[in-house]
C-alpha cells in the first residue's frame, strides 16, 4: 500500500489550504484515515480523523477551522485548513488503517507527510 499526500505549501496567516493524501495498491477496505502533524523540535500529534461511516475526531487546537473529508470510491482523505495560524507549521503526515485482503488484519500505513508553513 502506497500513501500519496500533496496540498501543502506557505500561506499567510488566516489563508486556507486543502491536502489530500490518496492510497493505492493492494487494498481490500479502508478503516480509520487521519491527519497527523509534527512541528519542529515536538512530537507527532493527531489532527483530525475520519472513519468508514464518517464519523470525525479533531485536536481541539484545530475544532472550528479544520475539515476532514473522505472519498472512498478514490480512497482518498481531504484535509481543508482555514483560518491557519503561525502554530500550525508543521509537516502533515497521513495515516490510513487498511485491510490488504479479506482474511487479512487491519494494518497501519503512513504518507511522506508534506510540509506545511504559516508565515507572513
Known amino acids: 500500500v502506497q500513501l500519496q499526500a500533496s496540498g501543502g505549501g506557505l500561506v499567510q496567516p488566516g489563508g486556507s489550504l486543502r491536502l489530500s493524501c490518496a492510497a493505492s495498491?493492494?487494498?481490500?477496505?479502508?478503516?480509520?484515515m487521519g491527519w497527523y502533524r509534527q512541528a519542529p523540535g515536538k512530537q507527532r500529534e493527531l489532527v483530525a480523523t475520519i472513519t468508514s461511516g464518517g464519523m470525525t475526531n479533531y485536536a481541539d487546537s484545530v475544532k472550528g477551522r479544520f475539515t476532514i473529508s473522505r472519498d472512498n470510491a478514490k480512497n482518498t482523505v481531504y484535509l481543508q485548513m482555514n483560518s491557519l495560524k503561525p502554530e500550525d507549521t508543521a509537516i502533515y503526515y497521513c495515516k490510513v488503517n487498511v485491510r490488504s485482503h479479506l482474511l487479512d488484519p487491519y494494518r497501519d500505513y503512513w504518507g511522506q507527510g508534506t510540509q506545511v508553513t504559516v508565515s507572513s
Open positions: 495498491g493492494s487494498i481490500f477496505s479502508i478503516s480509520v
